[in-house]
Every structure is written in structure tokens, then in C-alpha cells.
């Protein structure tokens, strides 16, 4: 297929100058997108390598197009939610504090747009007991700045997310009627509450009480 080149799995050297060859012949219109489809592809590989490929793309997509402030967003916003994925916590909170401001000021943008929820974990993850409070409102107030809770997946994360900041907090009513929920989510769904959690956050997770703890089942 024609636009195979800007869709490659991995990345070498000559997969790079390749794309680089064609990113030149694309009509300056499309090159943009190419960077971003390739970006993302890349930044999903396991391989290190790839990975730092793709954080190359779209940091140079963020210079190139400046002027383009929601595709500088998505791309702060895919930035920060891989740095989150590899528990590089102190990148991950400069991009997702970025995006925040760039929902206040225009819209909630991007791919994930949770950019909240996540720095909101950021901080729970972190232990930054002085920050419980900022985490709990940041939760509390994704669904009436434009978060979605559409999907069930949304649905558990978030009551997941503000049972354990509530518990932090100590509320604890609070915090048992939110775990009740999402484990009522995850059980409808049939879905493993430790599935999802990207691997390098799980060990932060195994030293929190369970959301059965929590709830008080």
C-alpha cells in the first residue's frame, strides 16, 4: 500500500533514512500526519531503540508546527502518556502539565485526553502526600471539564483512580463506595483489575491496598 511507509512496526537506520526520503516527497500537507501515525507506531514498540525514534518524531514534530497548537498537544499528550507507560514520572508531569493548561485554554484535545487522570495517578503512584488533595480534585472534576466516561474501560479507571486517592485522603466512605464501583465495572466486564496497568507502574500498585481492601468485600 502507498502510505505503507510511514506505518513501519520498527525501526534501523535505513528504516529511518527511508521515511526521511519519502517524509520529503510527501505533499506538505500530509507530511504532519505521516510523522504522527509514525510516531505512534514507533513509540509502541518494545524495542528501546524504536521507542526513542518515535520520542525523536514527535519532538520535532512539537518544533516543526508550531503554529498547528492541536497537533502540538496531541503530541505533548502522546509524549506524556509514554513516559507515564514507562514510570519516567518527572517527563511525563512537564507534558501532561502542558496539556492541562492547553485544555483550560482551549479544549480537552488529543488521543488519550486524560491528561488529568494521569497526572492524578502520577501523584498517587509518587506518594506526594501533599498533593492528595490537588490529585483528588483533578479526578473530581474529569467528567464536568469534558472527560469522557463513555466506555466501561473510562468508567473503572476513574472510580478505580478516585477510590484510592479518597482512601489516601481518608475518606473512607467515599473511598469504599468508589472501589464498590469499579470492581463492579471490572466484574461486568470480565475484566482483570491488574490488565491495562502498564508494566512498569504494577510494582507501585502492589503497595497500595487492593480495591477489595477498600471496598470493604
Same mark, same amino acid.
Given at each position: 500500500? +502507498? ?8 525501526? +534501523? ?10 517524509? #520529503?516527497?510527501?505533499?506538505?500537507? +500530509? ?6 501515525? #509514525? ?11 524504536? #521507542?526513542?525514534?518515535? !520520542?525523536? $518524531?514527535?519532538?520535532?514534530? !512539537? ?15 502522546? %509524549?506524556?502518556?509514554?513516559?507515564? =507507560? ?10 501532561? %502539565?502542558?496539556? $492541562?493548561? &492547553?485544555? =483550560? ?17 502520577? !501523584? ?12 483528588? #480534585? ?9 472527560? +469522557? %466516561? ?40 470480565? &475484566?482483570? %483489575?491488574?490488565?491495562? =496497568? ?12 487492593? $480495591? ?6
Amino acid at each position: 500500500m +502507498s502510505n505503507e511507509w510511514f506505518r513501519n512496526k520498527t525501526w +534501523s537506520e535505513a528504516i529511518g533514512l527511508d521515511f526521511e526520503n519519502q517524509l #520529503q516527497k510527501a505533499d506538505a500537507g +500530509s507530511r504532519m500526519s505521516a510523522m504522527r501515525v #509514525q510516531g505512534d507506531n514507533w513509540l509502541g514498540s518494545l524495542d528501546v531503540a524504536t #521507542q526513542q525514534a518515535g !520520542i525523536g $518524531l514527535f519532538e520535532r514534530l !512539537i518544533t516543526d508546527y508550531t503554529n498547528d497548537i492541536y497537533a502540538v498537544a496531541e503530541a505533548q499528550e502522546m %509524549l506524556g502518556e509514554y513516559y507515564y =507507560k514507562q514510570a519516567d514520572f518527572d517527563k511525563a508531569e512537564a507534558y501532561l %502539565l502542558i496539556v $492541562l493548561q &492547553f485544555y =483550560k485554554e482551549h479544549k480537552r484535545a488529543g488521543v488519550v485526553r486524560k491528561a488529568d487522570l494521569m497526572l492524578a495517578e502520577i !501523584i498517587l503512584l509518587r506518594n506526594t502526600t501533599k498533593r492528595f488533595e490537588e490529585a483528588y #480534585q483533578l479526578i473530581h472534576n474529569y467528567p464536568n471539564t469534558g472527560g +469522557s %466516561l463513555s466506555w466501561d474501560y473510562e468508567e473503572h479507571y476513574y472510580y478505580e483512580l478516585l477510590a484510592y486517592v479518597s482512601y489516601q485522603l481518608g475518606k473512607k466512605e467515599e473511598a469504599a463506595s468508589c472501589a464498590q464501583k469499579a470492581i463492579a465495572v471490572a466484574e461486568a466486564m470480565d &475484566f482483570d %483489575l491488574m490488565i491495562g =496497568k502498564p508494566t512498569a507502574i504494577e510494582k507501585y500498585y502492589q503497595q497500595l491496598p487492593t $480495591l477489595t481492601e477498600i471496598a470493604g468485600l
